[in-house]
Nanobody
Framework: QVQLVESGGGLVQPGGSLRLSCAASGSILRINTMGWYRQAPGKQRELVANITRDSSTNYADSLKGRFTISRDNAKKTVYLQMNSLKPEDTAVYYC??????????????WGQGTQVTVSS
């Protein structure tokens, strides 16, 4: 069974940093694009950033310069380094990946989400 498990969320003061991790597990043949989305209360889920298998990146315009996405293909893990955090970054952050499992059709997978709260 393929799973994505996030870690690294929590409470941080404005201006602080957090690093999120998301590890894929299970019978996986290949992982293509991996990414992070977030959903704040009362708002739609939005793309934060994604990264292709060869590490080409794409960011939401409003987050460029503060957030950095990276991945380790050998560890099947994607990271999100978040700096200069603002209260408006408060949201549940979800990991996403397009995964080719063994003997199963490829599709998008989602993690369970990790809460990030930016508050003094």
């Amino acid at each position: 069974q393929v799973q994505l498990v996030e870690s690294g969320g929590g409470l941080v003061q404005p201006g602080g940093s957090l690093r999120l991790s998301c590890a894929a597990s299970g019978s996986i043949l290949r992982i293509n694009t991996m990414g992070w989305y977030r959903q704040a209360p009362g708002k739609q889920r939005e793309l934060v950033a994604n990264i292709t298998r060869d590490s080409s990146t794409n960011y939401a315009d409003s987050l460029k310069g503060r957030f950095t996405i990276s991945r380790d293909n050998a560890k099947k893990t994607v990271y999100l380094q978040m700096n200069s955090l603002k209260p408006e970054d408060t949201a549940v952050y979800y990991c996403n990946a397009y995964i080719f499992p063994f003997e199963i059709q490829p599709r998008d997978y989602w993690g369970q989400g990790t809460q990030v709260t930016v508050s003094s």
